[in-house]
């Protein structure tokens, strides 16, 4: 498989999670939010050519996705609930603003993590995404479990603050 291919495959992956939010907030229903979805995914695929590499694919994305949505809107006209076509746009432009302000924070926030002292980062990620409970982290560590809240409520006051900071110091 060509790099290309796979970095698209690996761009394709990371951006279901803000396609499905996305249609979601389009389309009130999930039924329909699956269904253009993959609609989506499909005219990805088949449009990969035209992304260029380097540009954000996050937004073109969206971009695709919002195209699916109008499709979509003209098959389903018979249904009783419909926004207009301005409402619809403006839905998807906070929601694009959204998804990229969430991109923005979760960069901020890897970068915070990632500075953090070798054993609080790694208390950080088996708390997270380990999803460690305190409890068997205290145990684990020796700890009082009072203590562990302690800490790991300081810790993310610690990277609130250095996220925060972060964005005062590279506005979008």
């Not at 003209?74 to 694009?96: G, H, M, P």
Request: aromatic content about 8%.
């Amino acid at each position: 498989m060509r790099d290309d291919t796979k970095q698209f495959i690996t761009d394709l992956v990371a951006v279901q999670p803000r396609l499905q939010a996305m249609l979601m907030s389009l389309l009130a229903n999930f039924n329909a939010m699956e269904e253009v979805l993959q609609e989506t995914n499909t005219a990805l695929w088949e449009n990969r050519g035209e992304f260029e590499p380097g540009t954000n694919f996050g937004a073109w994305a969206c971009k695709v996705a919002y195209y699916q949505v109008l499709t979509y809107r003209k098959k389903a006209k018979r249904e009783r609930l419909r926004f207009n076509d301005q409402l619809l746009a403006d839905l998807a432009s906070v929601s694009t603003r959204r998804t990229e302000e969430y991109d923005r924070r979760s960069a901020a926030l890897r970068h915070c993590v990632d500075e953090l002292p070798a054993e609080r980062r790694e208390l950080i990620e088996r708390r997270y995404a380990d999803n460690d409970t305190p409890a068997a982290l205290a145990e684990s560590l020796g700890r009082p479990v009072d203590s562990m809240y302690t800490t790991l409520y300081r810790l993310r006051l610690a990277l609130a603050e250095c996220v925060r900071r972060k964005l005062e110091a590279d506005p979008a």
